[in-house]
């Protein structure tokens, strides 16, 4: 831990500003180096780094980049997601405000490498203030000939111009946490409501306005740069090999110094939260860790020990790295009252295209309010297991998953604290098998007479 | 009709032909309305049609689908105070039961005088500033509820939003270097 590199969000004073970005090695460096090699040469440099996505999946960029078509009958689309929508997920503002140069120019990195016509980035309505910012670094780029048709005579490695140009467009969104994801995304840019599309056909094939089109994070793009500058190997050695370079993790919650830290892939996350977010306040005891934001499966305070953040390792720790959006709870926290807010984001923010989503999410609302008043019973605690498991892996999007997720590990891993808010029913003496449920039906069982009605 | 000034209609027919339709350029006509008057009436659902060449039931349907967008009048200043998971631990229910009690009025209502709405919002990307509260565009981070009745006071006094006291550094990033 001794030397971190920072490579998304260096320590340079004013590198917002594009002077200081150009006198730091901005648009020239790795700009220069990718334009003297060919475009498929770039893609496979990108293969080599390791490179993995930002945005929650963590797919290996290069691969996805490679799935573009290389001819030229349809225009080609890029689409950078900048909508971060999930909560405890606060990284690529950063980048927005302290480094937008950069992301631009992996934008340009990333256009050339696919050859792109078009770059749109799409950020969320609610950062509105770090629109404008994107806004104006854009506008200063195309200023200085940077981005768009004076490219040509811009960059020359070799000698020669380059046979290359694209055009950047920013593109302000309007609160809706569903457009995140990738195919709605792509139907709120093009002017629709932001419903998620089937796959296939698969965007590289059929995207923006039915023509190939990658969709990018904002920090997959901002890793581009340092890739080109050190070469694909020499980042491939940095983190984790499986899930190599550096993330950015949002900390927030319950400790001390809450914040964004670039850190390799890697670092174990108890250094995380003690280390550099200085910990829990008041000494207190870990009780639930979120580790990727809000829709990935919590872990219990005593699971933390030796779990180290990157795609494959969190993964056989049993949660996944999303966004790397650190959520630490102590142990005063109310498992359930959180839960319940988290079930109601995700039944606020599902568009209501498939039925197990739409209705399921308002099932897991209505039942953790229950748990949250003291009004379930015992059998509420399979139920809502159940209902989540039946949203896994029946929707056209993910956001499925991200609403089952968090309240089906929760309950397996935090039964207890269902089982502490069942109100105590009536114990039958007699096994009543209309009421036994999946209990067996042999031994006695506790229900609740009269129902009463519930929220 | 005729909401856009001339000027207007052709800066957006300009702006429209970075989309390869003029349907895409929908979101951004909807928020050039919507900042002129505050919330999307009938009147501007018709002339955002028209200017994106769509029929003004697929407007309708994509204003009521985006919660950025209003169907109905708001505050000059609109309060919205996050509840969300990090800001929720950090205390952002008391700071929105609080700022309800202050300006007198339940979520996505507004004051009878049209100076404050306010709305109970989602994740706005601020964590690591919880909790936080937004006014319009400002966001105000690791706000106390004794602070964020003084931005009230200001507004009130002044008319205007005051800039905001906590502003996020990159020095908070070096020191995590430094350890």
């Known amino acids: 831990m001794a030397d971190t590199p920072k490579l998304v969000l260096p320590d340079i004073p004013g590198l917002r500003n594009i002077d200081t970005y150009i006198a730091n090695g901005g648009y020239k460096d790795a700009i220069g180096k990718a334009f003297s090699m060919a475009p498929a040469a770039v893609i496979d440099e990108v293969k080599k780094s390791g490179l993995r996505g930002r945005g929650g999946a963590a797919f290996p960029t290069g691969l996805k980049w490679s799935f573009m078509p290389k001819g030229k009958e349809k225009k080609k689309y890029l689409l950078i997601n900048g909508d971060e929508s999930e909560p405890g997920s606060f990284k690529d503002r950063q980048i927005f405000e302290f480094n937008p140069h950069q992301m631009i120019e992996g934008i340009l990195i990333a256009s050339y490498a696919m050859q792109i016509d078009h770059a749109y980035i799409y950020i969320r309505g609610e950062y509105a203030h770090w629109v404008k910012m994107v806004e104006k670094a854009v506008a200063e780029a195309y200023s200085r000939g940077f981005i768009g048709s004076r490219m040509k005579e811009m960059f020359k490695p070799s000698g020669e111009g380059v046979e290359f140009s694209v055009e950047i467009t920013v593109h302000k969104g309007a609160g809706a946490y569903i457009v995140g994801e990738e195919t709605s995304m792509m139907n709120s840019l093009e002017g629709q409501r932001g419903y998620p599309r089937f796959k296939p056909p698969f965007p590289a094939n059929s995207g923006l306005w039915g023509c190939p089109t990658t969709i990018n994070n904002i920090e997959t793009m901002t890793s581009v740069p340092p890739i080109l500058k050190m070469g694909g190997e020499a980042y491939s050695k940095i983190g984790d090999p499986k899930h190599p370079g550096t993330l950015l993790f949002g900390v927030s919650g319950h400790v001390n110094k809450p914040g964004v830290y670039e850190l390799p892939t890697g670092t174990p996350l108890l250094d995380i939260i003690n280390i550099h977010a200085g910990g829990v306040p008041n000494g207190k005891k870990i009780k639930l860790v979120i580790p990727g934001g809000s829709s990935m499966p919590p872990l219990r305070g005593d699971q933390l020990e030796g779990v180290k953040m990157d795609a494959e390792n969190l993964k056989a720790a049993g949660s996944a790295i999303g966004t790397g959006g650190i959520m630490v709870m102590d142990e005063d926290t109310d498992i359930i009252h959180v839960l319940t807010r988290i079930a109601k984001f995700y039944w606020h923010e599902s568009c209501g295209q498939c039925t197990p989503c739409r209705e399921g999410t308002g099932w897991l609302l209505k039942l953790l309010k229950r748990f949250d008043a003291g009004e379930a019973m015992e059998s509420d605690i399979d139920l809502l297991h159940d209902v989540a498991f039946n949203i896994e892996g029946r929707t056209i999007c993910a956001l499925g998953e991200a609403a089952a997720w968090p309240v089906r590990f929760t309950v397996e891993r935090f039964r207890e604290e269902f089982q502490k808010r069942v109100k105590p029913g009536l114990i039958l003496e007699s096994p009543n098998r209309v009421h036994s449920l999946r209990k067996g039906g042999l031994e006695p069982v506790q229900v609740h007479v009269p129902v009463v009605e519930r929220v | ?179």
Not at chain 2, 37 to 50: H, P, V
Not at chain 2, 56 to 74: A, I, L, N, Q
Not at chain 2, 82 to 111: H, I, Y
Request: hydrophobic content about 40%.
């Open chain 2, 1 to 179: 009709m005729a909401i856009f000034s001339d000027a207007e209609l052709q800066e957006i027919s300009e702006l429209q032909k970075r989309y390869p339709s003029p349907a895409a350029y929908l979101l951004p006509v909807l928020w050039r309305l919507q900042d002129k008057r505050g919330w999307l009436d009938d009147e501007a659902m018709e002339e955002a049609a028209a200017v994106c060449q769509v029929p003004k039931s697929h407007v309708r349907g994509v204003v009521s689908f985006y919660t950025m967008f209003f169907e109905k009048p708001m505050g000059k200043f609109h309060v919205q105070v996050c509840t969300n998971v990090s800001c929720m631990l950090c205390g952002g229910e008391e700071l929105l039961a609080d700022m309800k009690q202050r300006l007198g009025v339940q979520n996505m209502e507004r004051t009878p005088d049209g100076m404050f709405s306010i709305e109970e919002v989602e994740c706005m990307g601020a964590c690591g500033g919880a909790p936080m509260m937004a006014i319009n565009e400002t966001f105000f981070e690791k706000i106390s509820t004794q602070e964020a009745n003084e931005v009230i006071d200001q507004v009130v006094a002044n008319g205007n939003i005051p800039t905001p006291k906590f502003v996020q550094q990159m020095p908070e990033l070096s020191e995590a270097a430094n350890k």
